[in-house]
């Protein structure tokens, strides 16, 4: 009898260590996601002010806070779900997403050339633009809302789409892999608001457009020639031309490096990155 009730005990607590081992990595990835966006200062909040309410109504017994914290926090997770409709879907977007698709490391290395120099091109002759260049989460929703191109990448044909005053200038340029996919995309707007206000649309849709999808996306002012790359929601501002080389680098060359980063990890070191530029930064 002693031995059954032996093997009873062991196998609920191995059943209660998987379950704690599954809600931490669970609890972790959620984390993640979040860490960097608009979603953790507020989401941090709630919780601190949900804990304290549930603390208090707990250890006093007081039966109406507790009932009242239970309510609202039903309508806090209907609500996040509502507000942080991008980074959820994201989230599963990333979730379901494969390994990356372009292997061929000799010409991922001409396309980040040839996006190097166009930006620079165009930078020096305060031509504005804005490049998302599509990863692992597919943009096919956003080059839908422009005009398909569908042709080789080369500096002559991107330099050409932004010229101004012609038609297909305004808006985004999609690239996927080594093709202009899509012009005159229109991206979703940040409406993050810790972008500083003297920010245009341009590159509010910069900003924008790495919120819904993995892309990383450059950005040319028109009014005053700086380059900006932006990932995640992040915008990292008057980048030179060994920065952007750098960054280009970091998120589309499959090479060996790479592939050891996770997401968390180059969200990580575009954040440094981003830190940094903001210290010596010309104003965009
Ligand atoms: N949602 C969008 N999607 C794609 N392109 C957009 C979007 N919103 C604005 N643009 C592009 O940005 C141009 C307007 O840029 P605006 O001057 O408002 O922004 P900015 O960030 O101040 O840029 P700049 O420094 O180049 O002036 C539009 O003509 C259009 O080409």
Redesign the pocket.
């Known amino acids: 009898m002693d031995f059954l009730f032996d093997i009873n005990l062991w196998i609920i607590s191995i059943k209660m260590g998987f379950e704690i081992a599954l809600l931490s990595v669970v609890i972790y990835t959620v984390l993640l996601f979040i860490k960097g966006t608009r979603a953790a200062p507020i989401l941090a909040g709630a919780a601190f002010i949900f804990l304290i309410s549930w603390l208090i109504s707990s250890v006093l017994d007081l039966a109406v806070l507790g009932w009242i914290t239970a309510q609202i926090s039903t309508l806090v997770a209907f609500l996040a779900i509502v507000i942080f409709q991008p980074e959820i879907r994201r989230a599963f977007a990333e979730l379901g997403k494969g390994r990356l698709r372009n292997n061929n490391q000799a010409k991922t290395k001409e396309v980040i050339q040839i996006l190097n120099e166009s930006a620079h091109y165009l930078a020096e002759r305060k031509i ?1 633009a ?1 490049i998302a260049i599509e990863r692992n989460i597919g943009m096919r929703f956003l080059a839908e809302s422009g005009v398909q191109i569908n042709s080789e990448l080369s500096r002559e044909l991107l330099c050409t789409i932004f010229y101004p005053n012609t038609p297909l ?4 340029v999609i690239i996927s892999g080594d093709k202009i996919n899509a012009s005159a ?5 940040s409406q993050d608001d810790g972008i500083i206000k003297s ?7 910069g900003v924008g457009v790495t919120e819904e999808t993995d892309c990383i996306c450059i950005i040319v ?4 020639g700086g380059i900006s790359i932006s990932y995640r929601g992040r915008l990292a501002r008057g980048v030179d031309e060994q920065r952007l080389l750098r960054h280009l680098n970091n998120f589309l060359l499959n090479s060996k490096e790479n592939k050891n980063f996770s997401v968390s990890d180059n969200v990580e070191r575009f954040k440094k990155a981003v830190s940094q530029s903001e210290d010596n930064q010309d104003e ?1």
């Open positions: 504005g804005l200038h305004d808006g985004g995309c229109f991206f979703p707007l920010l245009g649309s341009r590159h509010r849709a002012s028109e009014e005053t965009v």
